[in-house]
């Protein structure tokens, strides 16, 4: 059954219901994947009558909500349909019309493994109040350039971390609505900045590798490489600033500042050159932009003695300095550090 609703999120939590546990996915046009999501909820080994999955679509014009309606017999879900929000704003109006004890965040292109909701229950009244969760795990078929990339930035993370994604993050019901949910102005990094809040509240954060998920919209290639980093991008400057100097993002910043001065440099330099033949200034500029993408990989197979992954490692940083430097340069970065609330 669909849902519609204009219901605000509550500033204190209604009393839960008899179910445990209540899964959020937000979505919009994910006919490719919600299928192979959900199914991989039915398949859980966890008692069906003690979670509910709550798909919360922002307005698809594909057939995601015929595919969440598909699976009425097998999982207790309900759909509502909020268009023209954020995704942060999505989840957390899964989480205001929840009934769960805990809520469980999961997107729509990620695979939950058969013990997920049963190993992350236990850890979540082992731990406490606080956020548990793990990073993502890589499709078994992935490319090259997303194994480099797993293998010295995302599979370490594990333990007592900063931050776990959006896409694989466990809370109590409580706890969120007491720390403010997520962040609904902006659109991406809503994650991390949750997580500072948690941190700030003097909570902590685990990862645990046996709650990881398949994430299938992890890129494969080093254009969707670019084009998520500078996604993720977005509005990082943004939650940098309210929190300065002590924000998490700070050395993310950094290096997208320094990248940016960079390619200002080539390109006074390509004009001092040009005009006064004096290319000095360009040749620094140039050798500046692409050394901090050579050191961060040397010291990243220096410690894990995997040679072969300098050249695409080095590629990789490089090309996430690119795209966070570019998004220092949007318009709508700068025009939304004095928004509150998402344009409608």
Same mark, same amino acid.
């Given at each position: 059954?669909?849902?519609?609703?204009?219901?605000?999120?509550?500033?204190?939590?209604?009393?839960?219901?008899?179910?445990?546990?209540?899964?959020?996915?937000?979505?919009?046009?994910?006919?490719?994947? =919600?299928? +192979?999501?959900?199914? @991989?909820? /039915?398949?859980?080994?966890?008692?069906?009558?003690?979670?509910?999955?709550? *798909? $919360?679509?922002?307005?698809?014009?594909?057939?995601?909500?015929?595919?969440?309606?598909?699976?009425?017999?097998?999982?207790?879900?309900?759909?509502?349909?909020?268009?023209?929000?954020?995704?942060?704003? =999505?989840? +957390?109006?899964?989480? @205001?019309? /929840?009934?769960?004890?805990?809520?469980?965040?999961?997107?729509?292109?990620? *695979? $939950?493994?058969?013990?997920?909701?049963?190993?992350?229950?236990?850890?979540?009244?082992?731990?406490?109040?606080?956020?548990?969760?793990?990073?993502?795990?890589?499709?078994?078929?992935?490319?090259?350039?997303?194994?480099?990339?797993?293998?010295?930035?995302?599979?370490?993370?594990?333990?007592?971390?900063?931050?776990?994604?959006?896409?694989?993050?466990?809370?109590?019901?409580?706890?969120?609505?007491?720390?403010?949910?997520?962040?609904?102005?902006?659109?991406?990094?809503?994650?991390?900045?949750?997580?500072?809040?948690?941190?700030?509240?003097?909570?902590?954060?685990?990862?645990?590798?046996?709650?990881?998920?398949?994430?299938?919209?992890?890129?494969?290639?080093?254009?969707?490489?670019?084009?998520?980093?500078?996604?993720?991008?977005?509005?990082?400057?943004?939650?940098?600033?309210?929190?300065?100097?002590?924000?998490?993002?700070?050395?993310?910043?950094?290096?997208?500042?320094?990248?940016?001065?960079?390619?200002?440099?080539?390109?006074?330099?390509?004009?001092?050159?040009?005009?006064?033949?004096?290319?000095?200034?360009?040749?620094?500029?140039?050798?500046?932009?692409?050394?901090?993408?050579?050191?961060?990989?040397?010291?990243?197979?220096?410690?894990?003695?995997?040679?072969?992954?300098?050249?695409?490692?080095?590629?990789?940083?490089?090309?996430?300095?690119?795209?966070?430097?570019?998004?220092?340069?949007?318009?709508?970065?700068?025009?939304?550090?004095?928004?509150?609330?998402?344009?409608?």
């Amino acid at each position: 059954m669909i849902e519609s609703s204009t219901a605000a999120l509550p500033e204190t939590p209604e009393t839960a219901g008899p179910t445990q546990i209540s899964i959020i996915i937000p979505t919009r046009n994910e006919e490719r994947h =919600l299928p +192979n999501c959900l199914r @991989s909820l /039915a398949n859980l080994d966890f008692p069906h009558d003690q979670f509910e999955v709550l *798909v $919360v679509d922002n307005g698809s014009t594909d057939s995601t909500r015929e595919v969440a309606d598909s699976f009425t017999d097998e999982l207790n879900i309900r759909m509502f349909v909020r268009p023209n929000i954020y995704i942060s704003a =999505l989840r +957390n109006f899964g989480a @205001s019309v /929840a009934c769960g004890t805990y809520l469980a965040f999961v997107d729509a292109d990620c *695979v $939950v493994p058969p013990n997920w909701l049963r190993l992350g229950v236990l850890h979540l009244a082992e731990k406490g109040p606080g956020i548990i969760g793990a990073h993502y795990r890589i499709p078994a078929d992935s490319t090259r350039l997303a194994v480099v990339w797993d293998r010295h930035q995302i599979a370490a993370k594990v333990g007592h971390v900063r931050y776990v994604p959006a896409g694989d993050l466990m809370i109590d019901r409580k706890t969120f609505f007491n720390i403010g949910g997520f962040d609904e102005s902006i659109q991406t990094n809503e994650d991390a900045e949750l997580c500072e809040r948690i941190r700030a509240a003097g909570l902590c954060i685990f990862a645990f590798p046996e709650l990881a998920v398949i994430h299938y919209g992890t890129p494969q290639s080093i254009t969707g490489f670019y084009r998520k980093q500078r996604w993720h991008g977005t509005h990082v400057f943004k939650v940098f600033l309210r929190d300065f100097p002590y924000s998490a993002n700070v050395r993310v910043v950094i290096f997208a500042l320094f990248i940016l001065a960079c390619e200002l440099g080539i390109i006074l330099g390509i004009l001092t050159g040009l005009v006064m033949a004096s290319w000095s200034i360009f040749y620094i500029s140039a050798i500046s932009i692409v050394l901090p993408a050579l050191v961060l990989s040397a010291m990243k197979v220096l410690d894990s003695r995997a040679w072969s992954d300098f050249p695409v490692l080095a590629l990789l940083y490089f090309t996430y300095g690119i795209a966070r430097a570019r998004c220092l340069l949007s318009v709508n970065q700068w025009m939304l550090l004095r928004s509150k609330t998402p344009s409608q």
